[in-house]
């Protein structure tokens, strides 16, 4: 166990639909980024908070947002769903930055019919 | 920008036999390098990690070596067994850019 909690572990829903992604990181972790592992793109940076503060962002689509609240917890928010938004979404946590490890959570997988 | 580039899978092998899978980076800077491990249906693990050139990092009888000369960082294992089936992540992480970049993952299968 990473220490790290996502939910929900599955979700089904419709395309036009909008969907929140929940992360809790490990006790003690100021740092939480989302990742997305999908067949054809593998698995790749969507965005770093930071204490509060977005920190980086990667290949993430205008349609999706996130936020880390004062309790150092995330969501990440994906709206006007598309099929081609299924996929398995991870968050992973990290002391700080840089050097330190990232400990993933189990996952969200998002099935978008 | 920062890439991986790890060897393509799957890759099927018998129990006890030795297990190579090759790994190359480019980078700017002076990156982390990670081999992280999912197994069938959980999340991503980190296997072992090494932070600058020519250190080795080993865990559960898996090890690899960063090398900055030829930029790789290829894992091994010299007897694998069942449970060792999963897929397998090669990444960096840059000192200037603190997300994770992966490679596409090789499927590791162990027959008994």
């Known amino acids: 166990d990473s220490g790290v909690t996502q939910t929900p572990k599955h979700l089904i829903t419709a395309t036009g639909q909008r969907v929140t992604l929940r992360c809790s990181p490990r006790s003690g972790d100021l740092s939480v980024y989302w990742y997305q592992q999908s067949l054809d793109q593998g698995l790749q940076f969507l965005i770093q908070y930071y204490n509060g503060e977005e920190r980086a962002k990667g290949n993430i689509l205008e349609r999706f947002s996130a936020q880390q609240f004062p309790d150092l917890h995330s969501e990440l928010n994906l709206s006007s769903l598309e099929l081609g938004d299924s996929a398995l979404y991870f968050c992973?946590?990290?002391?700080?930055?840089?050097?330190?490890?990232?400990?993933f959570g189990a996952g969200t997988r998002l099935s978008v019919l | 920008g920062n890439s991986v580039t790890q060897m393509e899978g799957p890759v099927t092998l018998s129990e006890e036999a030795f297990l190579t899978i090759n790994c190359t980076y480019t980078a700017t800077g002076y990156p982390s390098l990670f081999w992280y491990v999912q197994y069938p249906g959980e999340g991503l693990q980190l296997l072992l990690k090494a932070t600058k050139a020519d250190d080795k990092g080993s865990n559960k009888g898996f090890e690899a070596t960063y090398r900055k000369e030829t930029t790789s960082f290829h894992l091994e294992k010299g007897s694998v067994q069942v449970s060792d089936s999963a897929v397998y992540f090669c990444a960096l992480s840059d000192t200037d850019d603190y997300k994770l970049s992966f490679g596409a993952g090789t499927t590791v299968t162990v027959r008994a």
């Open positions: 992973a946590s990290s002391v700080g930055f840089g050097k330190n490890i990232q400990y």
